[in-house]
């Protein structure tokens, strides 16, 4: 049975089965691996504690999602399509694994963060 996603161990859960997904995602998995080379082992833990204070305010996550995005998009451009993906495998990963308030909010919030992401790093750096 599906719970609601209560605490640090249920995000670290959330987390690491979505990058399960993406480490052979077909159609943004390069972007990870081979574009941005992500070193999983520091990455993994940085995105529990930012998705952790996402949900749960904890103050222990610092950092700037928005320039290493616009870093990656220097790269190898990024696109709406690459955006929709990464949302649509974070909501399917979420629905998979728990049902409840912080599971909606945590997609919401997601999404937010995408639309965001997408204005500053696609349309600002065109």
């Given amino acids: 049975m599906k719970t609601d996603i209560q605490n640090r161990e249920d ?4 987390v690491d089965a979505f990058y399960d997904k993406i480490k ?3 159609v943004i998995g390069f972007l990870f ?4 080379q992500v070193n999983w082992s520091t ?3 940085r995105m529990y504690d930012f998705w952790e204070n996402i949900l749960f305010y904890t103050g222990n ?4 999602p928005m320039l290493k995005h616009k870093q990656l998009h220097g790269k190898h451009p990024l696109t709406k399509a690459h955006f929709q993906h990464w ?3 974070f909501n ?3 629905d998979e694994l728990f049902v409840g308030e912080k599971a ?15 204005i500053k790093t696609i349309t600002q750096t065109s």
Avoid: Y
């Avoid at 995000?11 to 959330?14: K, P």
């Fill in 11 to 14: 995000v670290i859960r959330l």
């Fill in 33 to 36: 691996n081979d574009v941005a």
């Fill in 104 to 118: 909606e909010e945590i997609k919401k919030r997601a999404m937010n963060i995408s639309e965001v992401m997408q």
């Fill in 92 to 94: 399917q990963t979420v």
């Fill in 61 to 64: 996550f610092e950092g700037n």
């Fill in 87 to 89: 949302n649509q495998l």
């Fill in 24 to 26: 052979t995602d077909t």
């Fill in 43 to 45: 990455h993994l833990p």
